[in-house]
């Protein structure tokens, strides 16, 4: 069995506002966000309500948030990167092919089980 780490909505709705005052404090704008499906989409949604700023179905340029749960390998923001879309997660492996601008919790070797998982 492949041990895990419990992240919890506590932690993910204080995530979100560090997240919001990081980006507040760089005076960095953005006019949308985007999240790919399952974990980036339920961040997507709530830094749009945080930062007052409309949920996007595909980025419209660089002025596009891209919000994520977890950089684990990389390729599924690898795309976003190479065109230097501002990136953010909540966690982030050692082994993606890419590091977000903004993250906060380290993955390691153990599973992150997420609150809006079954």
Wanted: aromatic content about 14%; overall charge positive; glycine content about 6%.
């Amino acid at each position: 069995m492949r041990s895990t780490i419990s992240y919890s909505w506590k932690q993910f709705d204080g995530d979100v506002q560090k997240i919001r005052k990081l980006l507040s404090r760089k005076k960095v704008k953005f006019n949308s966000v985007w999240g790919p499906a399952r974990g980036g989409l339920i961040l997507a949604v709530c830094l749009s309500h945080a930062l007052g700023i409309p949920l996007v179905k595909t980025p419209l340029g660089r002025k596009t948030l891209i919000a994520d749960d977890i950089a684990d390998t990389g390729r599924t923001l690898k795309k976003f990167a190479d065109k230097n879309y501002f990136i953010v997660t909540l966690f982030y492996h050692r082994q993606s092919v890419f590091r977000p601008q903004i993250w906060f919790r380290e993955k390691k070797d153990k599973w992150v089980h997420f609150p809006w998982e079954a």
